[in-house]
Each structure stands twice: as structure tokens, then as C-alpha cells.
């Protein structure tokens, strides 16, 4: 019996195509047994009926030719089908991916040097004679620059300083800035981590 169909070969055309759309029969039961797993329960049914008109006999004759309509394209153009679904699924990946990015204004193109943390934190204190800036590294930013630090835990992290031109693109969305911005970037492999903003005109 196995021998027989593995040595069975279409012989006329109707056999070619019976053998053609063997894949999209198999794609239009899944979609018919997702339609009826997805159903309404009887319960909604019920609360439907209440609240609208009976489903009538030409309304069910409708369903029932776009139901018929509906699988003759996947048994025709099940082909077309597969490949709207791999290149779905590829733009979803890709969607999430870029979802799940970090949204930093800096970007690699902005980046101008690496950094020292200590000669930044020596060229950050300022000297304000009235006292309304505390005598830290960065003065108010200070709680900002020492959760930056913390992070900063494994030997390839670099520090950069930045500078990006007013007009600049930064962030996922690729928002113009309305001024110029200076800071700092955690930098792993080339990859920003993190940022601190020290200047935003």
C-alpha cells in the first residue's frame, strides 16, 4: 500500500489539480476550525438577539456564499496566502524588535568621545556663590548621575560624551530636536545602554 503511493504520479490534469489545492484544503479546515472555535458562546448569541433583529434567511444566504467565496480563493491561491503569512509574521518580529528597543535621544552618530567618569564628575561641579546649587557633580542632576554610575558594573562599558545639533534626529520615532543636546552614554560594543542629559538648551 505505501509502495502504491509512493509510486503514484498524476496522470491527467484533474489529478494535478486535486494535488494543487491539497494545501489550501488543509489551510481552509484550519481557518473553518478557528471561525468555529472563535464563535460566539450562546450566551452572547442570545444577548445579540435581544438587542438586534433576527438573522434573516437572506442574511444567512449571504454568510454562507462568502464562506464559499472565501475558501475558493485559499484553494486557488493558497500560495499567496503562505507568503502574506511568513512576511506577517516577519514584519511582527521585526515590529516587536523595534518595540522593545530603548528610546535614548543619543545615537551612535552623536557620540563624540570616551570619557573618563572621574574627569567628568571634575568638570561638572559648579561653583554657585549663593548656594543654590549643591556642591556635587552636576549639582540638582547629581541623583541622575549616580544612578548612571551604578549601572556601570561590567568592564566593557564605556562612557562617551554626546552632542547632538539642534535639528537632529533622535529616538525610536525619529523626532527632530528643537535645541542642542549635550550628555553622557553608556557604550557596550558599540551599543548605547543608557544616557544622562547634562544640557538642553
Not at 522593545?100 to 561653583?127: G, K, T
Not at 549663593?130 to 568592564?155: E, I, Q, Y
Request: with cysteine; aromatic share 14%; hydrophobic share 45%.
Amino acid at each position: 500500500m505505501m509502495d502504491a503511493l509512493l509510486s503514484w504520479r498524476p496522470s491527467s490534469w484533474l489529478e494535478w489539480l486535486l494535488l494543487y489545492i491539497l494545501p489550501g484544503a488543509v489551510m481552509a479546515i484550519f481557518i473553518l476550525f478557528i471561525a468555529w472555535r472563535d464563535r460566539p458562546t450562546e450566551f452572547v448569541r442570545g444577548i445579540t438577539r435581544l438587542l438586534s433583529k433576527e438573522t434573516s434567511l437572506v442574511d444567512r444566504l449571504k454568510e454562507f456564499l462568502i464562506y464559499c467565496f472565501a475558501i475558493s480563493c485559499v484553494l486557488l491561491g493558497w500560495p499567496g496566502f503562505m507568503i502574506y503569512y511568513y512576511r506577517h509574521r516577519i514584519d511582527e518580529k521585526a515590529n516587536q524588535a523595534w518595540q522593545a528597543l530603548p528610546d535614548f535621544d543619543c545615537a551612535p552618530e552623536y557620540l563624540v568621545s570616551q570619557v573618563n567618569p572621574i574627569d567628568a564628575e571634575i568638570a561638572s561641579y559648579v561653583v554657585d556663590p549663593l548656594g543654590a546649587v549643591p556642591p556635587l557633580p552636576f549639582g540638582h542632576l547629581n541623583a541622575g548621575w549616580v544612578n548612571f554610575l551604578s549601572d556601570m558594573t561590567d568592564d566593557a562599558d564605556e562612557m562617551w560624551s554626546f552632542y547632538i545639533p539642534k535639528g537632529g534626529k533622535t529616538g525610536k520615532y525619529q523626532f527632530e530636536t528643537t535645541s542642542e543636546t549635550r550628555g553622557y552614554a553608556r557604550v557596550r560594543d558599540g551599543k548605547i545602554l543608557a544616557e544622562f542629559i547634562t544640557e538642553r538648551d
